[in-house]
């Protein structure tokens, strides 16, 4: 199983990337699928999250300027990212896993970085 994140670069505050994620040795239409940020010094957390009938969680701080999506003929989610700020900046990671249980049952990627600058 392996997850492959694409599309972090470092932006001009207010930039809006799109981060994609490629599943391969897995299907994941069943599953929840999710992005995940950890920046310097702190914990890792949650974004967006899609579950297998298409319906999304975000963290507070990313509503309504991040969206998150699937391609399940594609094997490939993506997080479409807005308005980004200085504080966005961190190591975003895709995560798959069988009812969310991500830290139990997930897989994870290796991650990629989006750097916001003022």
């Known amino acids: 199983v392996q997850l492959v994140e694409s599309g972090g670069d470092s932006v001009q505050d207010g930039g809006s990337p799109r981060l994609s994620c490629a599943a391969s040795?897995?299907?994941?239409?069943?599953?929840?699928m999710g992005w995940f940020r950890q920046s310097a010094g702190k914990e890792r957390e949650p974004v967006a999250t899609?579950?297998?009938?298409?319906?999304?969680t975000y963290a507070n701080s990313v509503k309504g300027r991040f969206t998150i999506s699937k391609d399940n003929a594609k094997n490939t989610v993506y997080l479409q990212m807005r308005s980004l700020k200085p504080e966005d900046t961190a190591m975003y990671y895709c995560?798959?896993?069988?009812?969310?249980?991500?830290?139990?049952?997930?897989?994870w990627g290796q991650g990629t970085q989006v750097t916001v600058s003022s």
């Open positions: 899609i579950d297998s009938d298409y319906s999304t």
């Open positions: 040795g897995y299907r994941y239409s069943s599953d929840c």
């Open positions: 995560a798959a896993a069988p009812a969310c249980a991500w830290y139990n049952r997930g897989y």
